[in-house]
């Protein structure tokens, strides 16, 4: 604990820059604690440098702001002299890339979504290689053991992956990723019931309009913008009992993949939705919406279920949060369910421990200063600045006690929640989108890196709703309502990447515009109509080519497997 307080201190002396070396022990960088720091690989102590901003693109919608806005980014430029400019999407991912691309020109680091391959193929990132090697000694550290899995064929590292898991891996006690999700007074008034099959979970919404109406209620809503349409194509996997892999199902056993597209699961999912759009329960809008609009509508109160992975409607839930500690009121706040369509199915909502490899930080070739970045990006990975992250500033949003464990009081939850403060205090933008500790991390002295997957902070930020929740479900935290993940050395398949051009990523675009087509018509038709619908969709897809691209899936998990088990 000496060592972080010492560390504290010097973030405030660091901005006297005569004291800068005394604190850092590198000029550059101004930063403390036991980790390498960054830019010591040329074992010479440097200039401090001017400072600097540079620019980066984040390919999801968010507020643009400067890094050094925040009280978070404001203490990395006092450690590095960098501030960046953050840009985010607005509009087609694809479309902006395709702009970045036609002109040659981008922003110094990019963080794409799923027009990484785009990027890659057409040049526009960096080797990192030889960078790190002479600036990342902490780079190196976090990264090198996933190596086999970061390099191109080329050899080349573009790009750092945000999911590399440093220490022992500590599961979450909350649910992070995919559910499907149902208001807390649906549950409440039908007495807490175990709910586990598509059909109970869709009976419940019904039973529960009907006895409520005229309220306005919304029964179901889907998220389908352009970039985030897998919100609607993906929940027959996890009804099937698979973990997101992406397009396709693996066998356990033989590994094979499957594009369920025109499986009978995703038949049997979409005319589910028909039926329930059919009651008049299904919001017809969730066709046109934008995400704004999707999570304006979640966070009014009015829809009472939907699926979709934590992480894209956090906003909506943590403003539904505020509005509950400030009403003692938790009707509103929404609740995961592991739904599967069979009772006799072991659900696999919860993410086995893995290694995303086709997303990541690059930097660009119009970057200004690619040894800045890279340095800024190692400064980023000790075990100190994954705290201020995560956790941030000892004494101010989290705690610790006389055992070395953190923790965080009623009080710091709540305001740590709040987004308004997450914002303005930077964890917003730096929890994610950086070279990081992955999901799962845990420091050398057993607390986890993640705020919320430490023990202490789970159960303190348990309200007394919550606490009644998991007392009538007999369970201690939200995920252990879920199965435990079954072993994926693959996981996820969707991180394979596809060269752009080649048939398969061909077919992927294929197949996303046409269900782009038929899905709507599909779930908004008269019942009578859906398998006259559904048989002219799949002969459609049965043009695409899906064989060739199972194929190449099947073969791309068989390298990866190899990868991952050191073959």
Not at 17 to 26: I, P, T, V, W
Not at 65 to 79: A, L, S
Not at 134 to 160: C, H, S, T, W
Not at 452 to 473: C, F, I, N, T
């Amino acid at each position: 604990m000496k060592k972080r307080r010492f560390w504290l201190s010097c973030l405030t002396i660091v901005m006297l820059a005569s004291l800068l070396s005394a604190c850092s022990g590198g000029k550059d960088n101004g930063k403390a604690g036991s980790n390498t720091s960054a830019g010591s690989g040329n074992g010479a102590q440097e200039e401090k440098l001017d400072k600097v901003t540079f620019t980066y693109f984040n390919a999801v919608a968010g507020k643009d702001i400067n890094t050094n806005e925040t009280t978070i980014g404001k203490i990395f430029e006092e450690q590095t002299g960098v501030n960046f400019k953050i840009e985010h999407l607005v509009g087609d991912e694809n479309t902006k890339v395709g702009t970045f691309i036609a002109s040659n020109s981008y922003p110094d680091v990019l963080v794409p979504g799923g027009s990484i391959d785009k990027l890659l193929s057409s040049g526009s990132f960096i080797p990192l290689n030889d960078l790190i090697d002479q600036y990342g000694p902490n780079i190196k550290r976090v990264y090198e053991p996933y190596y086999n899995l970061m390099k191109a064929e080329d050899g080349n590292i573009y790009f750092l992956p945000m999911s590399a898991v440093v220490g022992e891996y500590i599961s979450a006690p909350n649910i992070e990723q995919g559910a499907f999700w149902i208001q807390r007074r649906v549950l409440k008034e039908a007495g807490y019931p175990k709910i586990k099959t598509f059909d109970d979970y869709l009976n419940l919404i019904r039973d529960y309009v009907k006895k409520h109406p005229g309220e306005d209620l919304t029964g179901y809503i889907a998220l389908t913008t352009q970039d985030q349409f897998f919100a609607l194509t993906n929940p027959p996997m996890h009804l099937a009992g698979y973990p997101n892999d992406g397009g396709v199902i693996i066998d356990m056993e033989s590994h094979e993949a499957n594009d369920y597209a025109d499986d009978e699961i995703t038949k049997r999912y979409l005319q589910e939705l028909n039926q329930l759009n059919a009651d008049g329960l299904f919001d017809k809008s969730s066709f046109v919406d934008n995400r704004d609009q999707y999570l304006a509508k979640i966070a009014s109160g009015k829809v009472l279920g939907f699926f979709d992975y934590r992480w894209q409607v956090g906003q909506a839930m943590n403003n539904l949060r505020e509005a509950a500690q400030q009403t003692g009121n938790d009707d509103l706040e929404y609740m995961a369910l592991p739904i599967v369509f069979d009772e006799n199915t072991k659900d696999q909502y919860l993410d086995p421990p893995s290694f995303v490899n086709n997303r990541g930080v690059g930097i660009s070739v119009s970057a200004k200063d690619p040894v800045r970045i890279i340095k800024y990006f190692d400064n980023l990975l000790t075990d100190e600045n994954q705290i201020l992250s995560n956790w941030g500033i000892e004494g101010e949003t989290y705690s610790v006690d006389e055992n070395g464990r953190f923790y965080r009081t009623e009080e710091q939850i709540k305001q740590t929640n709040t987004e308004s403060f997450r914002e303005s205090f930077g964890f917003k933008y730096f929890e994610y989108n950086w070279p990081r500790y992955g999901n799962g991390s845990s420091l050398p002295d057993g607390n986890s890196v993640g705020a919320g997957r430490q023990p202490e902070v789970a159960q303190m930020s348990y309200s007394d709703s919550d606490k009644k929740l998991l007392e009538a479900y007999g369970i201690q935290s939200f995920s252990q309502l879920f199965a435990a993940p079954d072993v994926r050395p693959w996981y996820p398949a969707w991180s394979i990447q596809i060269e752009q051009g080649s048939p398969a990523q061909i077919f992927t675009q294929k197949k996303g515009d046409l269900q782009r087509k038929y899905f709507p018509k599909l779930v908004l038709a008269n019942p009578a109509e859906f398998d006259k619908i559904w048989d002219e969709y799949v002969k459609e897809f049965n043009k695409l080519g899906v064989k060739d691209y199972e194929q190449l899936m099947t073969d791309e998990v068989a390298k990866k497997v190899d990868l991952v088990q050191g073959k």
